[in-house]
């Protein structure tokens, strides 16, 4: 398994300078610049393939909510993050492969030739895990929130508010 951390990939892909001040936004400016990273990627905005609904930015919030779920049920360890990769043979789309599966894939002897393939291919890997899903769930919100002038944080705060009122577990329902 490639030893690196899921720090070092951040620093990697997105470099030291920005990672400073991912850490210094504040909520709403976090909401706008993922706002503007979607329309970038034309997931959002006038290039966008199509637009999409309410319903459908709320499935894909719940399907990531899913796929933390399901990692949990992978490895129970919410705060364990592995790595996986996307890759492409003789026109056949592999997606979300560990290195074992690409040591199949490839027909590579050992898994140091499998991290030297990745690297000669320039590929980037997936964080997956509890961890990186919910953050992909918070992707979407801040996204869908910032697209429809959804102040999340004064939503945040209405709803603690309501919170505080409210007795000790309240509704009494259980899981």
Known sequence: MVNVSHQQIVLELVGQQELRELEEWSLPEMQRRIHEWAI???WRG???ET???TGDDIALIVSEAAEALEAFRDCAEPTRIWWTYDVEVEGVKFKHCSEEQ???IWNCDD???VEQMIEDLGLIPKPQGVGPELADCLVRILDYCEEHGIALLEMMQMV??????RPIRHGGKHL
């Open 160 to 165: 603690m508010s309501h919170n505080e009122t």
């Open 51 to 53: 637009q999409r609904t």
């Open 40 to 42: 970038s990627k034309e």
């Open 111 to 113: 898994l140091e030739e």
């Open 102 to 104: 690409l040591k199949i």
């Open 46 to 48: 006038p290039n966008a």
